[in-house]
């Protein structure tokens, strides 16, 4: 995972703060996916637009970029899958606010290229910057999700991320059971927790803040997952 603010990688003390680098880095240790989120977008506080369009149109050979970060509307996922993500991760807040979102963005773009943002805590859907949980159940989100026909879904409990305490693997495991792929995001400090995500059967793990700082590296992870 990359973030990028003001035009620098964030949480890059591995990698370097050149986003551009820090991902040809990771692509050349054996990176088959990146994700890459426009903090500043997400959070209403500017854009790094070129950047990230430069990015998606030069990846390194092999690599496969996903782009998620509050993605609010069906202009921005075009967008970000014409300039050449290969997939889009549409933001929870939309997807909890707009019932019918996701089923013309699949419509339009089929499944493969798209995946639902869940965001929760205590099972309740909580969109990143929002102050308290909403009244909907992340399952029932996720079966929203599902009878629109997506397939992808990033879970992430709120709480933990960034945090380094381990990810819900049993909230992404609720979810998986839904007939859903399911990456767990937010927590992952260690490589058990990639392996304890591996044995749930889950379909992967975002890993940010353990890996750009260190504490395990990306062959010691993608070692232990294979």
């Given at each position: 995972?990359?973030?990028?603010?003001?035009?620098?990688?964030?949480?890059?003390?591995?990698?370097?703060?050149?986003?551009?680098?820090?991902i040809e880095q990771l692509a050349a240790l054996g990176a088959r996916w990146v994700h890459l989120v426009d903090l500043d977008q997400a959070f209403g506080t500017g854009s790094?637009?070129?950047l990230v369009r430069d990015i998606l149109a030069h990846p390194p050979?092999?690599?496969?970029?996903?782009?998620?970060?509050?993605?609010?509307?069906?202009?921005?996922?075009?967008?970000?899958?014409?300039?050449?993500?290969?997939?889009v991760v549409i933001g929870c807040a939309s997807l909890a606010e707009y019932p019918e979102l996701a089923p013309r963005l699949v419509h339009r773009h089929g499944p493969a290229r798209l995946a639902g943002a869940v965001d929760a805590t205590d099972g309740r859907v909580t969109p990143r910057g929002r102050p308290v949980a909403t009244k909907l159940e992340m399952t029932?989100?996720?079966?929203?999700?599902?009878?629109?026909g997506c397939v992808h879904v990033i879970y992430t409990d709120?709480?933990?991320?960034?945090?380094?305490?381990?990810?819900?693997?049993?909230?992404?495991?609720?979810?998986?059971?839904?007939?859903?792929?399911?990456?767990?995001?937010?927590g992952v400090a260690s490589l058990a927790d990639l392996q304890a995500i591996r044995a749930a059967g889950l379909d992967?793990?975002?890993?940010?803040?353990a890996l750009h700082e260190g504490r395990f590296t990306l062959t010691e992870a993608l070692a232990c997952v294979a």
């Open positions: 995972m990359t973030h990028v603010r003001s035009g620098n990688a964030v949480t890059t003390s591995v990698y370097g703060h050149d986003p551009r680098g820090a790094n637009r070129e050979e092999r690599l496969a970029i996903q782009v998620g970060g509050a993605v609010r509307g069906e202009d921005a996922v075009r967008e970000f899958l014409e300039w050449g993500a290969a997939r029932a989100l996720g079966v929203r999700l599902r009878d629109a709120v709480r933990r991320d960034g945090a380094l305490r381990g990810p819900d693997i049993a909230g992404a495991v609720a979810l998986a059971a839904l007939g859903l792929d399911v990456v767990a995001s937010g992967g793990a975002l890993v940010g803040r």
